[in-house]
Protein backbone atom coordinates (compact mmCIF):
# COMPACT_ATOMS: atom_id res chain seq x y z
CA UNK A 1 0.00 0.00 0.00
CA UNK A 2 1.11 3.21 -0.94
CA UNK A 3 0.39 6.10 1.74
CA UNK A 4 1.33 10.29 1.16
CA UNK A 5 1.21 12.08 4.04
CA UNK A 6 1.22 16.00 3.52
CA UNK A 7 2.21 18.71 6.40
CA UNK A 8 3.07 22.25 6.46
CA UNK A 9 -0.47 23.56 6.41
CA UNK A 10 -1.40 26.85 8.79
CA UNK A 11 -2.44 30.38 8.70
CA UNK A 12 -0.82 32.91 7.33
CA UNK A 13 -0.47 36.70 6.68
CA UNK A 14 -1.06 37.86 3.04
CA UNK A 15 2.42 38.34 1.72
CA UNK A 16 3.41 35.45 4.09
CA UNK A 17 4.89 32.36 3.29
CA UNK A 18 4.37 28.45 4.21
CA UNK A 19 6.66 25.49 2.60
CA UNK A 20 4.80 22.20 2.32
CA UNK A 21 5.80 18.86 2.29
CA UNK A 22 4.99 15.43 1.30
CA UNK A 23 6.80 11.96 1.69
CA UNK A 24 5.30 9.07 0.18
CA UNK A 25 5.76 5.36 1.84
CA UNK A 26 5.05 1.98 1.05
CA UNK A 27 5.55 -0.76 -1.33
CA UNK A 28 6.79 0.65 -5.00
CA UNK A 29 9.98 0.83 -7.16
CA UNK A 30 10.06 4.60 -8.40
CA UNK A 31 7.74 7.60 -8.57
CA UNK A 32 7.94 9.40 -12.04
CA UNK A 33 5.92 12.41 -10.90
CA UNK A 34 5.06 14.57 -8.04
CA UNK A 35 2.66 17.29 -7.98
CA UNK A 36 0.56 19.51 -5.87
CA UNK A 37 -3.18 19.98 -6.32
CA UNK A 38 -5.07 22.63 -4.48
CA UNK A 39 -9.56 22.84 -3.80
CA UNK A 40 -10.83 26.42 -2.31
CA UNK A 41 -14.22 25.44 -1.13
CA UNK A 42 -17.06 25.26 -3.62
CA UNK A 43 -14.75 24.75 -6.49
CA UNK A 44 -12.84 22.02 -8.66
CA UNK A 45 -9.52 20.70 -7.48
CA UNK A 46 -6.34 22.23 -9.32
CA UNK A 47 -3.18 21.63 -10.33
CA UNK A 48 -0.57 23.72 -8.45
CA UNK A 49 2.53 22.45 -9.81
CA UNK A 50 4.30 19.19 -10.44
CA UNK A 51 8.03 18.08 -10.87
CA UNK A 52 9.08 14.86 -12.89
CA UNK A 53 11.67 12.64 -11.80
CA UNK A 54 13.91 14.46 -13.69
CA UNK A 55 13.67 17.58 -12.50
CA UNK A 56 11.33 19.09 -14.35
CA UNK A 57 8.59 21.57 -13.49
CA UNK A 58 5.64 22.75 -14.57
CA UNK A 59 3.72 25.66 -12.60
CA UNK A 60 -0.16 26.77 -13.31
CA UNK A 61 0.15 30.73 -14.32
CA UNK A 62 -1.68 31.69 -11.13
CA UNK A 63 1.29 30.70 -9.16
CA UNK A 64 4.48 31.40 -10.76
CA UNK A 65 7.02 33.06 -9.59
CA UNK A 66 5.59 32.67 -6.14
CA UNK A 67 5.92 28.80 -5.94
CA UNK A 68 8.76 26.72 -6.24
CA UNK A 69 7.85 22.95 -5.72
CA UNK A 70 10.96 20.69 -5.36
CA UNK A 71 12.20 16.78 -4.54
CA UNK A 72 14.20 15.43 -1.60
CA UNK A 73 17.37 13.63 -2.59
CA UNK A 74 15.58 10.37 -1.41
CA UNK A 75 13.18 11.23 -4.68
CA UNK A 76 10.35 9.92 -2.52
CA UNK A 77 9.46 13.24 -0.65
CA UNK A 78 8.22 16.85 -2.47
CA UNK A 79 8.09 20.62 -1.35
CA UNK A 80 6.43 23.11 -1.97
CA UNK A 81 7.74 26.56 -0.62
CA UNK A 82 4.50 29.78 -0.86
CA UNK A 83 6.09 32.84 -1.46
CA UNK A 84 3.76 35.90 -1.25
CA UNK A 85 0.79 34.29 -0.74
CA UNK A 86 -2.78 35.94 -1.35
CA UNK A 87 -5.95 35.25 0.57
CA UNK A 88 -7.30 33.69 -3.13
CA UNK A 89 -4.57 30.81 -2.16
CA UNK A 90 -6.33 29.16 0.63
CA UNK A 91 -7.37 25.70 0.06
CA UNK A 92 -6.88 21.79 0.82
CA UNK A 93 -3.42 21.37 -1.08
CA UNK A 94 -2.71 18.07 -1.87
CA UNK A 95 0.04 15.87 -2.79
CA UNK A 96 0.21 13.39 -5.66
CA UNK A 97 2.32 10.87 -6.78
CA UNK A 98 2.55 9.13 -10.09
CA UNK A 99 4.16 5.74 -9.82
CA UNK A 100 6.09 4.12 -12.50
CA UNK A 101 3.77 1.81 -12.76
CA UNK A 102 1.48 4.31 -13.66
CA UNK A 103 -0.76 4.51 -10.64
CA UNK A 104 -1.96 7.57 -8.83
CA UNK A 105 -2.05 8.32 -5.58
CA UNK A 106 -3.33 11.24 -3.07
CA UNK A 107 -2.22 12.56 0.35
CA UNK A 108 -5.38 13.42 2.97
CA UNK A 109 -4.32 17.56 2.25
CA UNK A 110 -3.43 19.88 4.11
CA UNK A 111 -4.94 23.17 4.83
CA UNK A 112 -3.73 26.59 4.10
CA UNK A 113 -5.48 30.06 5.10
CA UNK A 114 -4.41 32.92 3.90
CA UNK A 115 -5.84 36.37 5.97
CA UNK A 116 -6.16 39.20 4.30
Known amino acids: QVRLVESGGGLVQAGGSLRLSCEVSGRFFSINTMGWYRQAPGKERELVATITSGGSTNYADSVKGRFTISRGDAKNTAYLQLNSLKPEDTAVYYC??????????WGQGTQVTVSS
Open 96 to 105: NAVLSIGTFH
